[in-house]
């Protein structure tokens, strides 16, 4: 069998194998070329909506074309492992639990899960074909996966701007191996079967679609409460909860993942921790226990204080009985932004005079402007009744 895997049509059946054997649901294979998608990424960040993800902008131009990841590759195996899970639990009343996207439910990052298979992959490959050069990536490369995975045959970029599969939906994780072999490469997804449906761009809780196909990141929650290492900004705030990190919205409501099958990865199951996510326990963890808890999932990037941040606004925007008491205690956290982000939830959940003597004592010991700030704001609001609290 071996001598046969050097014709590229033997190499790429085996591959594909190979790959499917690693967890991967399917696989397609492309040409590394220049795409325009290219020039509507650039016109993307020209209008602002990478936010502040300068990892993007600071290399726009490296997504030109797949060579800038690896000189000379010629052909992309573009993989997709499904991580559908069972349905998120639902949070009950008694406490204010926040969501956590399905992608991040599960005992280990997705990087280290899919880096791990792409390195049996590209081991293999690398003993079939000692004189090939290849590369694996997911997520970190400057590649723009849907688009390739899309040209290697894997599905069409729906109106929500991910990639979907007509059986098997977009809950996938999207990874790539790189080479410079010549392969078999499929025919590429022409179809888009979107139609008139608009269910994604309504349900969105931020409208961060100024258009069908088109996102602006900055108003996404995926971005607010996972890149963005500032305050949210005010006026999203409001639409955040319950997620407190990532978003499913617009895979939830896509009609094309209503037949999506279940993932049997066992690391990808979801763990009872975050699903849901016990917010009031957060503030009283010591930061070993944020690190046992979340040091290998996805969860980490946000670090404890995006977390904090995160988990105060939707205890805020909740207003459930019992918010107060982990709110006073964010407030003297070590950090500004949680500082800040707590201050604004209690502005909002009562006009307790209790809540409003806490504020005013913090005020005058605070030195951070922004927090100051936050306090301020959260003092005049505190004597008016903003909504009914939410129940959920
Ligand atoms: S992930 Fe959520 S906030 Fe982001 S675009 Fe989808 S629905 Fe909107
Ligand atoms: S919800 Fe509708 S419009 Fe949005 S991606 Fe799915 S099929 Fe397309």
Redesign the pocket.
């Known amino acids: 069998m071996l001598a046969s895997i050097f014709r590229p049509s033997d190499l790429t059946i085996e591959l594909k194998k190979l790959a499917h054997e690693q967890g991967f649901s399917r696989v397609g294979i492309c040409r590394a070329e220049a795409t325009p998608q290219f020039d509507r990424f650039r016109e993307w960040i020209r209008r602002g909506y990478a936010g502040e993800m300068r990892y993007l902008s600071d290399r726009c131009e490296a997504f030109a074309h797949p060579d800038r990841v690896l000189a000379g590759v010629r052909s992309l195996v573009m993989l997709a492992m499904d991580y559908k899970t069972a349905p998120p639990s639902v949070s009950p009343r008694s406490a204010p639990f926040g969501r956590v996207a399905r992608y991040a439910l599960g005992e280990v990052d997705y990087h280290d899960l899919i880096h791990a298979r792409l390195q049996v992959i590209l081991g293999r490959l690398a003993s079939w074909r000692p004189d090939a050069v290849s590369r694996g990536v997911v997520d970190s490369a400057p590649l723009h996966e849907r688009e390739f995975a899309r040209l290697a045959g894997l599905g069409w970029i729906?109106?929500?701007t991910?990639l979907?599969h007509p059986q098997a939906g977009?809950w996938c994780f999207l990874a790539a191996i790189l080479t410079d072999l010549e392969l078999d490469v499929d025919r590429p997804f022409e179809q888009d079967?979107?139609?008139t449906?608009?269910?994604?761009?309504q349900a969105c809780p931020t409208q961060a679609f100024p258009q069908?196909y088109v996102l602006d990141a900055s108003r996404c929650i995926s971005y607010l409460t996972i890149e963005l290492r500032s305050s949210i900004p005010e006026p999203l705030r409001e639409s955040i909860s319950p997620w407190v990190f990532g978003c499913d919205v617009?895979q939830e409501?896509?009609?094309?993942?209503r037949f999506a099958v279940a993932t049997t990865e066992p690391e990808l199951q979801p763990r009872p921790i975050t699903n849901p996510l016990n917010l009031r326990q957060l503030f009283y963890w010591s930061d070993a226990e944020f690190r046992r808890h979340f040091r290998h999932v996805p969860l980490w990037r946000t670090k404890r204080r995006g977390l904090l941040r995160n988990a105060a606004l939707a205890l805020g925007i909740d207003g459930a009985h019992g918010t107060a008491v982990p709110l006073i205690r964010g407030l003297y956290d070590r950090e500004p932004l949680v500082r800040g982000a707590c201050a604004w939830s209690l502005g909002r959940i009562s006009n307790q005079s209790r809540v409003a003597a806490v504020l005013l004592r913090q005020l005058r010991n605070e030195s951070h402007v922004e927090v100051r700030r936050e306090i301020s704001l959260a003092l005049a609001t505190n004597n008016r009744p903003i909504r009914q609290n939410r129940t959920r």
């Not at 409501?253 to 993942?257: F, H, K």
Request: charged share 5%; hydrophobic share 30%; proline share 10%.
């Open positions: 729906g109106k929500n991910l979907i977009s079967y979107c139609g449906c608009t269910a994604c761009l069908p617009c409501v896509c009609p094309w993942n």
